[in-house]
């Protein structure tokens, strides 16, 4: 008799989620069966529901849910990296054909998935792939951050900006954040300096903090203005990375100051299939940083669950979270 796991559908964008009952996957030559313990909620994922975001849809219906932590309680053909018992994270699906991880299991490719922090509970675990991905394909992939930069993150308190900052530290980076007064502390604690870009202009702290010549790395997690910010605020010969850099902007001052712009889409692994090991390989580097207590997760401490997992979708969007939001599936 085939065994059944429980799963939450998108039929139809914008519409509520619909539970359903669903014959549990194998895993193929290559993956891996996870038994899912959290799933990681990302503003992408509710953009996707949204219909928002045709680049990453899937074809409806569809399970959503890019992140995940939990257990692998299968092996299939070829893998040898991991074995059955073994406690994982990753950005694992969600996106046009691939399973998402709103589900208690997914059978998923092993080269989207890494060893889990000992450190951490799922719950946290589950809060960083998408995020510790992109902070890293942008600044050290891309930007190649080194000792002594100074670099400028632009909402360095959100989730993408939070770690960029401690990546930035534990190169030995200069480290300013602009955060709304209200997140601020969030920023300082991880060890950035914090610039209140409600009342601080561009000019006024590329001036107090870089003499007037610039940052080295600025890294946009914001897009639109704040991309705009980021052209006036990079030195010469300086790096630009953004996770949001699908609008429409005029590059005239950014060109003039031979900056580098490097545009961050990480969700092109999990749709493409190309470079997919790669990030088995920085989320395992990033395991070894927080177990060594050199990177800190921030979790928002509300309890989602599958049957609430709709209200963890619009907490993404409505700006009352103070950290990564999570669903509990176990």
């Known amino acids: 008799m085939e065994e059944l796991m429980k799963a939450l559908f998108t039929n139809t964008y914008e519409a509520e989620f619909v539970s359903t009952e669903i014959e549990k996957p194998t895993p193929k030559k290559g993956e891996v069966l996870v038994k899912i313990h959290a799933s990681g909620v990302n503003p992408i994922d509710n953009k996707i529901r949204l219909g928002h975001s045709p680049y990453a849809s899937p074809v409806l219906p569809a399970i959503l849910g890019t992140d995940l932590a939990g257990v692998i309680e299968a092996i299939g053909e070829g893998v040898t990296d991991f074995k059955v018992g073994d406690e994982v994270y990753g950005l694992a699906g ?161 060109s003039l100051r031979s900056a580098s712009l490097h545009g961050v889409f990480v969700l092109h692994p999990a749709i493409s299939g190309e470079g997919r090991k790669h990030h088995s390989n920085i989320l395992t580097q990033a395991t070894k940083l927080f177990e060594e207590g050199k990177l800190k997760p921030l979790i928002d401490d509300r309890k989602f669950t599958l049957d609430n997992a709709i209200e963890a979708h619009k907490a993404v969007s409505d700006g009352s979270a103070i950290g990564r939001i999570v669903v509990d599936i176990v």
């Open 94 to 254: 969600g996106v046009l054909g691939v399973q998402g991880t709103l589900a208690e299991y997914t059978a998923v490719d092993a080269d989207l998935l890494a060893i889990k922090p000992t450190n951490l509970t799922m719950k946290e675990a589950a809060g960083i792939p998408l995020v510790l991905l992109t902070a890293w394909e942008g600044l050290i992939d891309r930007a190649k951050v080194k000792k002594g930069d100074k670099v400028l993150v632009h909402a360095g308190a959100g989730g993408v900006g939070h770690i960029v900052v401690q990546l930035a530290k534990i190169f030995g980076a200069d480290v300013y954040a602009t955060v709304s007064p209200q997140k601020a502390s969030i920023a300082k604690s991880f060890g950035a300096t914090t610039i209140d870009y409600t009342t601080e202009s561009v000019e006024d702290y590329v001036n107090k903090y870089t003499e007037g010549k610039g940052f080295d790395i600025v890294y946009d997690t914001v897009g639109g203005q704040s991309l705009d910010d980021s052209f006036k605020a990079i030195r010469h010969y300086g790096q630009i990375a953004s996770c949001y850099a699908f609008g429409t902007h005029n590059l005239a001052t950014s």
